[in-house]
Nanobody
Framework: QVQLIESGGGLVQAGGSLRLSCAAS????????MGWFRQAPGKERDIVAAISWSGGSTYYVDSVKGRFTISRDNAKNTVYLQMNSLKPEDTAVYYCAGTVARTVVGVPSRAAYDYWGQGTQVTVSS
């Protein structure tokens, strides 16, 4: 069992930056693939970025490529999402998620993730 707790959300102006953190409990964290999803009001929860168990492979949705960076520190049981050049359309609740799939293959599916955090609100003002 893995418990995930996100932090780092908030209100920022367009063009600004935020770094989200996801702290995981459990000694098995390092064996899990991790992902960040987001859900805007009235929309589906969609993948933003994903990272393999070792950090060696990553995935980004096209809309955040070059602006967001996912990383992990297995010694600290933490995964991060550095978000730069934020846009109003990035406004959403961001969720951290874990999967027993250790590698990143293709477009990560929401259904593949077994563990979820409670979410953290990111609001980007124009």
């Amino acid at each position: 069992q893995v418990q995930l707790i996100e932090s780092g959300g908030g209100l920022v102006q367009a063009g600004g930056s935020l770094r989200l953190s996801c702290a995981a409990s459990g000694r098995t964290f390092r064996s899990y693939g991790m992902g960040w999803f987001r859900q805007a009001p009235g929309k589906e929860r969609d993948i933003v970025a994903a990272i393999s168990w070792s950090g060696g492979s990553t995935y980004y949705v096209d809309s955040v490529k070059g602006r967001f960076t996912i990383s992990r520190d297995n010694a600290k049981n933490t995964v991060y999402l550095q978000m730069n050049s934020l846009k109003p359309e990035d406004t959403a609740v961001y969720y951290c998620a874990g999967t027993v799939a250790r590698t990143v293959v293709g477009v990560p599916s929401r259904a593949a993730y077994d563990y979820w955090g409670q979410g953290t609100q990111v609001t980007v003002s124009s």
